[in-house]
């Protein structure tokens, strides 16, 4: 899930950008207003978070161009500015949410799942689409959320748990090994412990499973890594 960052003061964007890509989410920087509208038009940006007061072109106008192709990405605007009239403008353009500085990790990252939850199905495709494991779990990755099936509760996930959920499952039946998991829901060029991955599932399990110690979703391959049957 790819978010594009468009924040001129660079301390702000590159915290931001920690903020997100620890979570598991792919980040795209912009430094001003030109910059973001150019790369929203390069690439497959899932929601952008926007900073009002930029050079080149201000936030709002980068939002009004972008609405006039694209009626449905979700936008969310960043700003020191407090007035409701910024407020009333920036939602009149068509913006999602109106986040103001300063904030923190935890509110930004509350917001951003708000906001992909509420514009999940404004257009049909395969991100938004639900799978199911074994009647089990049934997960909706474009809305960063799962519902165990034995008792109806809501999860909330992570876009890497999504990754994982999505891999092991796109491969059902099969024994992943931990380097696969680590390649294609970190990259490349993350090279954790290997036991860093199995702290990670332990904790997607006590997340997603009715019973962590007895896990049905999310079974060990002995020797390999994870495997999710099918059946």
Known sequence: MKILIAEDDP???????????????????????KEALALWKQNNI????????????????????????????????????SEEIDVVVGLELGADDFVRKPFGKHELLARIRSVLRRTANRTPDEESSSFTIRDLLQIFPNELRAIRLSDQ?????????????TLLYDHSDEAISRNVILDQCWGTNYFPESRSLDQYIAQLRKKIEQDPSSPKIVETARGVGYRIRSS
């Open 153 to 165: 509760s809501e999860i909330t996930l992570t876009p890497r748990e999504i990754s994982i959920l």
């Open 46 to 81: 899932n929601l952008l978070c926007l900073d009002v007061m930029m050079p080149e072109l201000d936030g709002f106008e980068v939002c009004r161009r972008i609405r006039k192709e694209n009626e449905h990405i979700p936008v969310i605007f960043l700003s020191a500015k």
């Open 11 to 33: 301390l702000t964007r590159e915290g931001i950008d920690a903020i997100l890509t620890q979570e598991g989410f792919q980040t795209i920087l912009a430094s001003n207003g």
